[in-house]
């Protein structure tokens, strides 16, 4: 396995974590398969969502992957009046990531992140170690601290 930029950060944070490696040759990379697939339940694998505010720009929000993020918390958290979803094409160029591996960690830049409080129900949880096919669990805490990100309720 290759280490991506995520777990060499989480590697020189010293956050204890575990690295999942899963197969994507049947093209099932949506997060209830991925869950299964590292043989996690989907309340504990969490999906990188990256949206555009009307006035805080880019924000990027960290959600259970059998829910959807509701856009109305979501700007409420990131103190805008109106937030949406960036395009895909334009995932790679502002975080570095590509569809299916956006990890809260290690993005290009720092944006505003947010994790839904949910995740706090777990003593740890999952999320994109930075490539399709490799995911990272690690305490809730240890992410929040590493992506400087708060906890909220989004779903």
């Known amino acids: 396995m290759t280490k991506t930029n995520v777990i060499r950060i989480l590697e020189s944070a010293g956050a204890p974590h575990v690295v999942h490696e899963y197969d994507t040759s049947d093209g099932k990379i949506d997060g209830v398969s991925v869950a299964a697939k590292c043989g996690r339940p989907a309340d504990m694998v969490f999906k990188t969502l990256v949206t555009t505010g009307k006035t805080t720009g880019p924000n990027v929000f960290v959600v259970p992957v059998e829910f959807e993020l509701d856009l109305k918390k979501a700007a409420t958290a990131a103190g805008d009046k109106y937030i949406e979803m960036i395009k895909s094409k334009d995932l790679e160029p502002l975080t570095g990531y590509i569809h299916g591996g956006c990890s809260p960690i ?21 999320v994109s170690a930075g490539r399709v096919g490799l995911q990272a669990e690690l305490a809730p805490g240890d992410l929040a601290r590493i992506a400087g990100a708060e906890f909220r309720d989004l779903i």
């Open 106 to 126: 290690g993005m290009k830049k720092k944006f505003p992140t947010f994790i839904d409080e949910t995740a706090l129900l777990n003593d740890t949880i999952c």
